[in-house]
């Protein structure tokens, strides 16, 4: 006669299978799981939410960390709280609730703070700092992402530190300040290396490009790039592999191919359409609009431009707006 699993055999077997990042397989075992009531219990679907966010599943995630939210509650498991509220607020944010995600990251930091809780308090600053960038409070997002920092170094948390450094220096670097960007883009990747996370250390390799491609100097720009998606493919990261596309069509049209610039444009927005990432779709379907003006093709151009806007206005993200549309009226269509 065999014994049916424990509930406590299914958690053991979800936390090694999370812990050594095998998310598609954790997700399959969850759905899954044999014993009895397992997937009503909130330590499964916490682990659950967290494979689901890895793999862009954000839908699933939500729901999973909103009944994982009620039930910690309800026992009064403050932890599991906190992890919960996290997941729901990074699941707002890929969906372009940003209200929705500054209310959960406050909390969570509220909470953290309350609790003495570091890391979770590194966890919501960070986040909260990009909710924040992308709404135009640029000083507060600054503050937040150096406090987070500072935590993760103090903790010896080699990949926060390099998350954080990644958008500090994405922040510095649409401030015009390449040199504070570029020191930041140094800190990420280093401390994505030490991480040993391949992903990660793709999108902090796309932040460097970046850097390169904003100074002009393409050809650098082009060699990081190249590792970025060299990087994310090894990873099967198909995210990052779409940030580094959306730099590429940015290459591309910067080059005035603007075939190749819409077509590596529209390659990226529909693996964010397929992700549910607005943010990244919204980004990607200004390039696509842009290389669309440039090949002389204007109606359909000024059909995907309103729908950036829509994408960008919907966030919201009004620093976005402004520089997309400084953008499209230094674009010059074709003769």
């Known amino acids: ?72 509650r ?4 403050t932890r599991g709280v906190m992890q919960a509220l996290h997941m729901m607020g990074a699941a707002a944010f890929e969906f372009g609730r940003l209200e929705e995600a500054e209310v959960r990251f406050e909390e969570v930091l509220h909470l953290a703070h ?39 170094q103090r903790l ?5 530190a390099a998350e954080t450094s990644h958008n500090l220096g994405l922040l510095y670097r649409q401030q015009g300040d ?13 401390s994505a290396e030490l991480s040993g996370d391949l992903a990660l250390l793709a999108l902090t390799m796309v932040g460097r490009a970046e850097i390169e491609f904003e100074r002009g100097d393409l050809a650098i720009a082009r060699e990081h790039l190249a590792r970025a998606a ?32 819409y077509h590596e444009a529209e390659r990226s927005r529909a693996v964010a359409d397929r992700h549910g990432c607005r943010l990244l779709q919204a980004e990607s379907t200004a390039v696509s609009a842009r290389a669309l003006k440039g090949l002389g093709r204007l109606p359909a151009a000024q059909r995907l431009r309103r729908e950036a806007l829509r994408g960008f206005r919907a966030l919201p993200a009004p620093e976005l707006i402004r520089r997309f549309e400084s953008e499209w009226k230094a674009d010059l269509p074709a003769a």
């Not at 390449?178 to 280093?190: D, N, R, S, Y």
């Open 1 to 72: 006669m065999t014994c049916c699993p424990s509930t406590e055999d299914d958690r053991r077997e979800l936390e090694r299978l999370v812990s050594e990042g095998r998310w598609q397989d954790a997700l399959l075992f969850y759905r899954g799981a044999r014993s009895p009531g397992f997937r009503d219990r909130a330590e499964g679907q916490l682990l659950a939410a967290r494979a689901a966010g890895q793999l862009g599943q954000f839908d699933s995630a939500s729901v999973l960390a909103a009944a994982a939210h009620e039930g910690c």
């Open 74 to 77: 309800a026992v009064g498991d």
């Open 230 to 261: 060299a990087l994310a493919a090894e990873a099967g990261d198909d995210l990052v592999a779409a940030e580094a596309g959306r730099l590429g069509s940015l290459l591309h049209l910067r080059c005035g191919e603007y075939e190749e610039a």
């Open 156 to 160: 010896d948390h080699p990949r926060g």
């Open 114 to 152: 309350r609790t003495d809780d570091g890391l979770m308090a590194a966890r919501a600053s960070t986040n909260l700092a990009s909710v924040v960038h992308l709404r135009g409070r640029r000083d507060l997002a600054v503050s937040l992402y150096r406090s987070a920092l500072e935590a993760y």
């Open 178 to 190: 390449l040199v504070a960007a570029e020191k930041a883009a140094a800190t990420a990747i280093g």
